[in-house]
Protein backbone atom coordinates (compact mmCIF):
# COMPACT_ATOMS: atom_id res chain seq x y z
CA UNK A 1 0.00 0.00 0.00
CA UNK A 2 2.61 2.23 0.73
CA UNK A 3 4.54 2.06 -2.96
CA UNK A 4 1.01 2.09 -4.25
CA UNK A 5 0.57 5.71 -2.98
CA UNK A 6 3.64 6.21 -3.99
CA UNK A 7 3.43 5.73 -7.27
CA UNK A 8 -0.20 7.20 -7.67
CA UNK A 9 1.50 10.66 -6.50
CA UNK A 10 4.56 9.84 -8.89
CA UNK A 11 2.34 9.33 -11.33
CA UNK A 12 0.33 12.85 -10.80
CA UNK A 13 2.96 14.40 -10.44
CA UNK A 14 4.38 13.48 -14.10
CA UNK A 15 0.81 13.95 -15.43
CA UNK A 16 1.43 17.28 -15.24
CA UNK A 17 4.91 18.02 -15.84
CA UNK A 18 3.49 15.93 -19.25
CA UNK A 19 0.88 18.51 -19.70
CA UNK A 20 3.18 21.68 -19.15
CA UNK A 21 5.63 20.08 -21.61
CA UNK A 22 2.97 19.34 -24.15
CA UNK A 23 1.59 22.88 -23.97
CA UNK A 24 5.17 24.19 -24.62
CA UNK A 25 5.19 21.85 -27.64
CA UNK A 26 1.91 22.73 -28.84
CA UNK A 27 2.58 26.68 -28.48
CA UNK A 28 6.17 26.28 -29.85
CA UNK A 29 3.85 24.76 -33.53
CA UNK A 30 1.07 27.57 -32.94
CA UNK A 31 3.64 30.37 -32.90
CA UNK A 32 5.47 28.03 -36.07
CA UNK A 33 1.91 28.23 -38.07
CA UNK A 34 1.60 31.53 -37.40
CA UNK A 35 4.96 32.71 -38.58
CA UNK A 36 4.29 30.65 -41.80
CA UNK A 37 0.91 32.41 -42.50
CA UNK A 38 2.75 35.32 -42.85
CA UNK A 39 3.11 36.57 -46.49
CA UNK A 40 5.94 38.61 -48.43
CA UNK A 41 4.03 39.90 -51.77
CA UNK A 42 6.80 40.29 -54.58
CA UNK A 43 5.55 42.01 -57.25
CA UNK A 44 6.93 41.93 -60.71
CA UNK A 45 7.68 43.92 -63.87
CA UNK A 46 5.13 45.01 -66.18
CA UNK A 47 7.58 43.80 -68.95
CA UNK A 48 8.23 40.30 -67.43
CA UNK A 49 7.46 37.86 -69.82
CA UNK A 50 5.92 34.08 -68.93
CA UNK A 51 9.44 32.22 -69.59
CA UNK A 52 10.92 35.02 -67.14
CA UNK A 53 8.53 34.57 -64.41
CA UNK A 54 9.04 30.33 -64.42
CA UNK A 55 12.39 30.84 -64.09
CA UNK A 56 12.20 33.83 -61.37
CA UNK A 57 9.84 30.78 -59.79
CA UNK A 58 12.09 28.18 -59.79
CA UNK A 59 14.97 30.45 -58.39
CA UNK A 60 12.35 31.76 -55.55
CA UNK A 61 11.04 28.14 -55.18
CA UNK A 62 14.81 26.70 -54.08
CA UNK A 63 15.60 29.35 -51.53
CA UNK A 64 15.53 27.91 -47.96
CA UNK A 65 13.57 30.70 -46.71
CA UNK A 66 10.27 30.22 -48.48
CA UNK A 67 8.20 27.76 -47.39
CA UNK A 68 5.69 27.84 -50.28
CA UNK A 69 4.55 30.22 -53.13
CA UNK A 70 1.83 30.98 -54.99
CA UNK A 71 1.55 33.04 -58.40
CA UNK A 72 -1.00 35.65 -58.37
CA UNK A 73 -1.90 37.20 -61.97
CA UNK A 74 -3.18 40.76 -63.14
CA UNK A 75 -6.43 39.62 -64.05
CA UNK A 76 -6.19 37.60 -60.74
CA UNK A 77 -5.38 40.56 -58.47
CA UNK A 78 -7.85 42.35 -60.04
CA UNK A 79 -10.46 39.83 -59.70
CA UNK A 80 -10.03 40.09 -55.63
CA UNK A 81 -9.70 43.44 -55.57
CA UNK A 82 -13.19 43.90 -57.37
CA UNK A 83 -14.60 41.12 -54.95
CA UNK A 84 -13.31 42.97 -51.59
CA UNK A 85 -14.18 46.49 -52.80
CA UNK A 86 -17.24 45.75 -55.05
CA UNK A 87 -16.08 48.38 -58.13
CA UNK A 88 -13.73 47.79 -60.74
CA UNK A 89 -10.99 50.14 -60.90
CA UNK A 90 -10.09 49.04 -64.28
CA UNK A 91 -13.25 50.76 -65.77
CA UNK A 92 -12.55 54.56 -64.84
CA UNK A 93 -8.83 54.15 -65.49
CA UNK A 94 -9.01 52.41 -68.23
CA UNK A 95 -6.34 50.04 -67.84
CA UNK A 96 -5.43 46.99 -65.07
CA UNK A 97 -3.61 49.07 -62.39
CA UNK A 98 -2.60 45.72 -60.84
CA UNK A 99 1.14 44.19 -61.11
CA UNK A 100 1.39 40.29 -61.47
CA UNK A 101 3.13 38.96 -57.82
CA UNK A 102 4.25 36.64 -56.22
CA UNK A 103 3.07 35.64 -52.60
CA UNK A 104 5.63 34.43 -50.60
CA UNK A 105 4.94 32.15 -47.09
CA UNK A 106 8.15 32.13 -45.35
CA UNK A 107 9.72 29.36 -42.93
CA UNK A 108 9.13 30.28 -39.25
CA UNK A 109 12.91 30.42 -38.49
CA UNK A 110 12.73 33.26 -41.00
CA UNK A 111 9.49 35.01 -40.22
CA UNK A 112 11.15 37.99 -38.54
CA UNK A 113 12.45 42.14 -38.95
CA UNK A 114 16.06 41.04 -39.41
CA UNK A 115 15.80 38.27 -41.68
CA UNK A 116 13.22 39.61 -43.78
CA UNK A 117 14.92 43.02 -44.15
CA UNK A 118 18.05 40.79 -45.97
CA UNK A 119 15.86 38.65 -47.82
CA UNK A 120 13.98 41.62 -48.78
CA UNK A 121 17.20 43.38 -50.47
CA UNK A 122 18.20 40.29 -51.79
CA UNK A 123 14.73 39.89 -53.73
CA UNK A 124 14.60 43.57 -55.02
CA UNK A 125 18.23 42.96 -56.62
CA UNK A 126 16.59 41.01 -59.37
CA UNK A 127 15.26 43.15 -62.35
CA UNK A 128 11.81 41.23 -62.65
CA UNK A 129 11.02 42.38 -59.08
CA UNK A 130 9.97 45.93 -58.59
CA UNK A 131 8.59 45.83 -55.12
CA UNK A 132 8.70 43.37 -52.04
CA UNK A 133 5.62 44.15 -49.59
CA UNK A 134 5.17 42.76 -46.16
CA UNK A 135 3.35 44.03 -42.96
CA UNK A 136 6.37 44.52 -40.97
CA UNK A 137 4.49 46.02 -37.79
CA UNK A 138 2.52 42.57 -38.20
CA UNK A 139 5.53 40.67 -37.70
CA UNK A 140 7.14 42.86 -35.24
CA UNK A 141 3.93 42.05 -32.73
CA UNK A 142 3.55 38.62 -33.61
CA UNK A 143 7.19 38.00 -32.70
CA UNK A 144 6.65 39.76 -29.60
CA UNK A 145 3.97 38.51 -28.25
CA UNK A 146 4.98 34.54 -29.14
CA UNK A 147 8.20 35.99 -27.37
CA UNK A 148 6.71 37.00 -24.05
CA UNK A 149 4.74 33.72 -24.01
CA UNK A 150 7.50 31.61 -24.61
CA UNK A 151 9.01 32.93 -21.48
CA UNK A 152 6.34 32.75 -19.10
CA UNK A 153 5.90 28.91 -20.68
CA UNK A 154 9.23 28.59 -19.79
CA UNK A 155 9.60 30.16 -16.27
CA UNK A 156 6.34 27.79 -15.59
CA UNK A 157 7.95 24.83 -16.84
CA UNK A 158 10.78 25.40 -14.64
CA UNK A 159 8.59 25.92 -11.46
CA UNK A 160 7.23 22.79 -11.82
CA UNK A 161 10.05 20.86 -12.67
CA UNK A 162 11.53 22.11 -9.35
CA UNK A 163 8.02 21.11 -7.35
CA UNK A 164 7.63 17.55 -9.33
CA UNK A 165 11.70 17.41 -8.44
CA UNK A 166 10.32 17.81 -4.03
CA UNK A 167 7.77 16.26 -4.53
CA UNK A 168 8.40 12.79 -5.91
CA UNK A 169 11.98 13.33 -3.74
CA UNK A 170 9.78 13.25 -0.60
CA UNK A 171 7.67 10.90 -1.24
CA UNK A 172 10.34 8.37 -2.03
CA UNK A 173 12.53 9.51 0.66
CA UNK A 174 9.39 8.84 2.91
CA UNK A 175 8.80 5.59 1.73
CA UNK A 176 12.02 4.48 2.58
CA UNK A 177 12.01 5.84 6.26
CA UNK A 178 10.36 2.72 6.96
CA UNK A 179 12.79 0.59 5.98
CA UNK A 180 15.75 2.21 7.56
CA UNK A 181 15.98 -0.04 10.89
CA UNK A 182 16.06 -2.92 7.86
CA UNK A 183 19.20 -1.42 6.21
CA UNK A 184 20.60 -0.95 9.42
CA UNK A 185 20.43 -4.63 10.18
CA UNK A 186 21.62 -5.50 6.84
CA UNK A 187 24.70 -3.51 7.50
CA UNK A 188 25.11 -5.05 10.62
CA UNK A 189 25.61 -8.37 9.04
CA UNK A 190 27.98 -7.15 6.95
CA UNK A 191 26.31 -6.19 3.85
CA UNK A 192 28.25 -4.23 0.67
CA UNK A 193 26.38 -0.90 0.11
CA UNK A 194 25.58 -1.72 -3.43
CA UNK A 195 23.90 -5.11 -2.17
CA UNK A 196 21.73 -3.07 0.22
CA UNK A 197 20.79 -0.38 -2.95
CA UNK A 198 19.80 -3.27 -5.15
CA UNK A 199 16.34 -3.85 -4.17
CA UNK A 200 15.77 -0.20 -3.25
CA UNK A 201 17.06 0.41 -6.56
CA UNK A 202 15.14 -2.03 -8.74
CA UNK A 203 11.82 -0.89 -6.79
CA UNK A 204 12.67 2.46 -7.89
CA UNK A 205 13.06 1.37 -11.44
CA UNK A 206 9.93 0.01 -11.24
CA UNK A 207 8.22 3.12 -9.70
CA UNK A 208 9.41 5.17 -12.30
CA UNK A 209 8.94 2.99 -14.98
CA UNK A 210 5.58 2.21 -13.88
CA UNK A 211 3.87 5.76 -13.18
CA UNK A 212 5.77 6.73 -16.41
CA UNK A 213 3.73 4.26 -18.31
CA UNK A 214 0.32 5.26 -16.69
CA UNK A 215 1.62 9.20 -17.02
CA UNK A 216 1.69 8.12 -20.46
CA UNK A 217 -1.23 6.64 -20.78
CA UNK A 218 -3.43 8.88 -19.07
CA UNK A 219 -1.91 11.70 -21.15
CA UNK A 220 -2.61 10.06 -24.60
CA UNK A 221 -6.51 9.21 -23.27
CA UNK A 222 -6.57 13.20 -22.94
CA UNK A 223 -4.84 14.27 -26.35
CA UNK A 224 -7.55 11.67 -28.05
CA UNK A 225 -10.36 13.14 -25.98
CA UNK A 226 -8.79 16.95 -27.26
CA UNK A 227 -8.52 15.54 -30.59
CA UNK A 228 -12.17 13.82 -30.65
CA UNK A 229 -13.76 17.35 -29.65
CA UNK A 230 -11.97 19.34 -32.05
CA UNK A 231 -10.20 17.57 -35.05
CA UNK A 232 -8.86 20.65 -36.61
CA UNK A 233 -6.15 20.37 -33.65
CA UNK A 234 -4.43 17.69 -35.46
CA UNK A 235 -2.80 20.50 -37.79
CA UNK A 236 -0.46 21.60 -34.58
CA UNK A 237 -0.39 18.27 -32.86
CA UNK A 238 1.66 16.02 -34.39
CA UNK A 239 2.77 12.25 -33.91
CA UNK A 240 6.45 13.36 -32.98
CA UNK A 241 5.41 16.01 -30.36
CA UNK A 242 3.12 12.93 -28.24
CA UNK A 243 6.31 10.86 -28.66
CA UNK A 244 8.84 13.51 -27.50
CA UNK A 245 6.11 14.06 -24.38
CA UNK A 246 5.95 10.56 -23.90
CA UNK A 247 9.65 9.51 -23.89
CA UNK A 248 10.30 12.72 -21.80
CA UNK A 249 7.71 11.79 -18.90
CA UNK A 250 9.42 8.78 -18.95
CA UNK A 251 12.52 9.23 -18.53
CA UNK A 252 12.04 12.25 -16.22
CA UNK A 253 10.12 9.43 -13.91
CA UNK A 254 12.70 6.90 -13.80
CA UNK A 255 15.76 9.41 -13.17
CA UNK A 256 13.64 11.00 -10.30
CA UNK A 257 12.96 7.93 -8.83
CA UNK A 258 16.20 6.45 -9.34
CA UNK A 259 17.58 9.06 -8.56
CA UNK A 260 16.29 9.73 -5.06
CA UNK A 261 15.96 5.80 -3.84
CA UNK A 262 20.02 5.78 -4.40
CA UNK A 263 20.49 9.67 -2.28
CA UNK A 264 17.84 8.27 0.01
CA UNK A 265 19.23 4.97 0.82
CA UNK A 266 22.46 6.26 0.86
CA UNK A 267 21.55 8.89 3.90
CA UNK A 268 20.70 5.86 6.02
CA UNK A 269 23.51 3.98 5.20
CA UNK A 270 25.98 6.99 6.12
CA UNK A 271 23.63 7.33 9.14
CA UNK A 272 24.72 6.66 13.22
CA UNK A 273 22.44 4.22 15.06
CA UNK A 274 21.51 6.61 17.52
CA UNK A 275 20.67 9.16 14.50
CA UNK A 276 17.75 6.70 13.12
CA UNK A 277 15.79 6.87 16.56
Known amino acids: ?11 LVLILLGLVSFFILFARQLSDSVKENLTVTVLLDEEAGAVE ?30 EAMGSDPSEFLGANPFAASF ?32 QKDLVDAVNENLRHVSYVLLVLAVLLALVSFALISNTVRLSIYSSRF ?15 R ?18 DGLLAG ?5 LYYDPSLSE ?6 LVAVGVAVLAFGLLLTLGCTYFSVGK ?9 Y
Open 1 to 11: MQWFTTGVSTT
Open 53 to 82: VGRLRKSLDQLPCVRALDYVSKEEALREQV
Open 103 to 134: ELRMDASYANSDSLAQVTAQLKRNPLVSDVVY
Open 182 to 196: LIRTMKLVGASWAFI
Open 198 to 215: RPFMVRGFNLGFMSGLLA
Open 222 to 226: GVYAL
Open 236 to 241: YIHPDM
Open 268 to 276: YLRMKAGDL
